[in-house]
């Protein structure tokens, strides 16, 4: 059981270069999310996705789209990446049938931005 | 005030000893509390979460939450050098709520 699977887990990127993060999860979770973590800031929703075909943003959402394209996948683009979104990417997912259940979080991609 | 809120440490207990961990939230209608551990370049893991005012056990971690006072705390027992890492706190504002708000989290380092 791989539970959340995130590709890459390393990049490198130019200012202004585009890419898709790429996470997956097995499951059968209805809620998935996107954060980043930086040095002292902690871990910040960027996006989240509470159920297949619904999206909403979190406390950080500038310069990020998303999209759940199916109930396994949840993925972030930067369209045009910029220093300040040089960041630890985490992918997570919640069955979502109760509130007081976990997120389970992937591995993480390492993203730098030149 | 920040939304959650944790002493960002380093906390350095010694071997064997008890760690305390602690987190303070500011809106008090929050529902449930988790706590998940980070190793240095790794991903957070749960621990354990808590919804209900008291204790939790489970082995050597203890979650306690007080509502009123609008804290929750992780006990760690036995530290070992293995539970070095950061400990982070989570809060889910409201029943039904999606989000997780996180504290900056907690380094713990235990000295052998």
């Known amino acids: 059981n791989a539970g959340v699977t995130q590709t890459p887990k390393f990049q490198v990127l130019k200012t202004g270069q585009s890419m898709t993060l790429q996470c997956a999860q097995d499951m059968n979770h209805n809620s998935m999310y996107w954060y980043r973590q930086d040095p002292g800031m902690g871990l910040r929703l960027i996006y989240y996705s509470a159920s297949e075909g619904t999206t909403d943003k979190g406390e950080v959402p500038n310069g990020y789209n998303v999209s759940r394209l199916n109930k396994r996948e949840f993925s972030l683009r930067l369209e045009s990446a910029a220093p300040s979104q040089t960041s630890v990417y985490f992918c997570a997912s919640r069955t979502g049938q109760n509130s007081n259940q976990p997120q389970h979080f992937g591995d993480g991609t390492r993203l730098s931005i030149l | ?112």
């Not at chain 2, 050597?60 to 006072?69: C, D, P, V």
């Open chain 2, 1 to 112: 005030q920040k939304e959650v809120e944790q002493n960002s440490g380093p906390l350095s207990v010694p071997e064997g000893a008890i760690a305390s961990l602690n987190c303070t939230y500011s809106d008090r209608g929050s529902q449930s509390f988790f706590w998940y551990r980070q190793y240095s370049g790794k991903s957070p893991e749960l621990i354990m979460f808590i919804y209900s005012n008291g204790d939790k056990e489970d082995g050597r971690f203890t979650a306690q939450l007080n509502k009123a006072s609008q804290y929750v705390s992780l006990l760690i027992r036995d530290s070992q050098p293995s539970d070095s890492a950061t400990y982070l706190c989570a809060v889910r504002k409201r029943a039904g709520s999606y989000q997780l708000t996180f504290g900056k989290g907690t380094k713990l380092s235990v000295i052998p």
